[in-house]
């Protein structure tokens, strides 16, 4: 009778094992960040894009008021393809595009603002990538939008129509 | 006494390079615990994307800071999830990760004991 049961205990560990990394399987491994909770924005200090002026990022953001902040670079493809939807958001009246270059070569950024439009009120460098880390964010281009100090849309690559759409109606 | 400063000069020069090196096997000790995470399977240290690069910059500045190891993994796990770190901390979801190997080596060990020790003093 005991010996019978090490059979028995050693089966039922291999199906539940079995089960386990069978499920495992269809599992995702590829990262997907957590966008379903609001977060509190970070605080660091940047610098404009065009002057050496450095400014802390609590006089950025004011309350009641809608932020999207966009972190972009020129030589990222997906952010050339996404302009357009920033430009048709810039009409938006209760709603202010902030941009972050991202690790960029400021001549070419110009060069990629005066072929595509600038739809940003304000921009700001992040030479080394160290404020898209404040952000949370792992690439370009990276989209949040802001209300009240807190994180209300996360949007991990290009926008789309889709997305644009979502916004409109979250900022009415 | 001409010997003596001798192997004195040769010590301080050992014992700079040594706390040089301390300092980077702490930076690269860290890197290698956390995953790049849009370069899978690779850890920052490993990585060049420009994603590992900002992080590599930002571990060698908050050690500069005067962060601890700790504090920097709490920092980014913070920012991006307990995805990033390799050694996940033990808790609520990780308490089966964590107990397996010791619950397989106990069940293990007892099967043994039972199979072999067991059968051996009935024997005798």
Redesign the interface.
């Known amino acids: 009778m ?2 019978k049961s ?1 059979p028995l ?2 089966s039922l ?1 291999f199906i539940t094992f079995f089960i386990i990394f069978f499920k495992g399987l269809k599992n995702s ?3 997907v ?2 966008i379903n909770y609001e977060k509190e924005i970070p605080s660091f200090t940047t610098q404009f894009f065009d002057t050496n002026i450095k400014i802390n990022s609590d006089e950025i953001f004011k309350e009641d008021y809608y932020y999207l902040i966009n972190i972009w670079s020129s030589w990222c493809l997906p952010c050339r393809e996404e302009h357009r939807f920033l430009m048709e958001l810039n009409n938006e009246n209760n709603l202010k595009i902030i941009g972050f270059n ?2 960029d070569n400021i001549k070419d950024a110009k060069k990629f603002l005066d072929e595509l439009k600038n739809p940003y009120s304000k921009i700001f460098l992040d030479k ?3 404020i ?5 964010a ?2 370009v281009p990276e989209s949040f939008l802001i209300y009240n100090k807190k994180i209300i849309k996360k949007v991990i690559g290009p926008l789309n129509t889709n997305f644009v759409d979502e916004i409109k109606r979250l900022i009415k | 006494m001409k010997y003596l400063r001798f192997f004195t000069i040769i010590f301080f020069i050992f014992v700079s390079q040594i706390s040089n090196a301390l300092e980077n096997n702490l930076e690269i000790k860290i890197t290698k615990n956390l995953r790049c995470l849009i370069c899978q399977g690779q850890s920052v240290h490993d990585s060049d994307s420009e994603f590992a690069n900002s992080i590599k910059t930002l571990v060698s500045q908050k050690l500069d800071e005067g962060f601890t190891e700790k504090e920097i993994y709490s920092f980014l796990k913070d920012k991006y999830g307990e995805w990033i770190l390799y050694n996940p901390e033990f808790n609520k979801n990780t308490y089966f990760l964590w107990l397996l190997p010791i619950l397989m080596f106990l069940l293990g060990g007892a099967i043994i004991y039972k199979l072999f020790i067991f059968k051996k003093k009935k024997l005798y």
């Open positions: 005991k010996i090490v205990i050693v560990l491994n590829i990262y960040p957590n991202y690790k080394d990538g160290l898209a880390i404040e952000w949370g792992y690439g």
